[in-house]
């Protein structure tokens, strides 16, 4: 009986569109997650609208949080300070000596990615468990992809989307009718 479990469980959380979830997962990525590695839950095509070319999913992901992650803004906003620091060259970044070694531990005159303050082993990993809503408009190949950390966030885009459209209800669906 376990094997149907588990082969339920599969089946339940496959997403089933390669590219909806290649954009799910680089959105992701590009809101601080490791998004490829992120495991996928309860993927259900929830509202759409006749014939069938505007469709809204739910989904549910544990995502692992990017600690080295620099959000969009804070890179705009700090690009001509970046382009100042980059364009000095030193001996020594941040405390660092300029040497790296290969996997047996012998230098290879690069960049010591070690450095003093990484004694020890890595930072714990950190775990995100986010809800998430993806609009496909595919008359015009477009997919917007919206995660949050609560469930009632993601409930009130779902109803702002799903106005007028034909919506799953029960358990598996949004509606709360």
Known sequence: MNWWQHLRKKWDDWCGDH????????HLTRNGYFGHTAKFEAVRLVAVQRPGWLQVYRFEVTARVNPGHV???TRVADASSTA???STSSSDVEGRS???RDMKGH???GPDLEGPDAEGADPEAEYHR???LVREDIRQNRSNVRVFEAES???ELFDRWSDGLICLRGAKGLLNS
């Open 107 to 109: 230098d290879t005159g």
């Open 84 to 86: 100042a620091v980059s």
């Open 153 to 155: 966030e993601r409930k």
């Open 130 to 132: 986010l809800y998430g």
């Open 71 to 73: 959000p969009t803004e």
């Open 98 to 100: 300029m040497k790296g």
């Open 19 to 26: 590219e909806m979830e290649m954009s799910i997962r680089s």
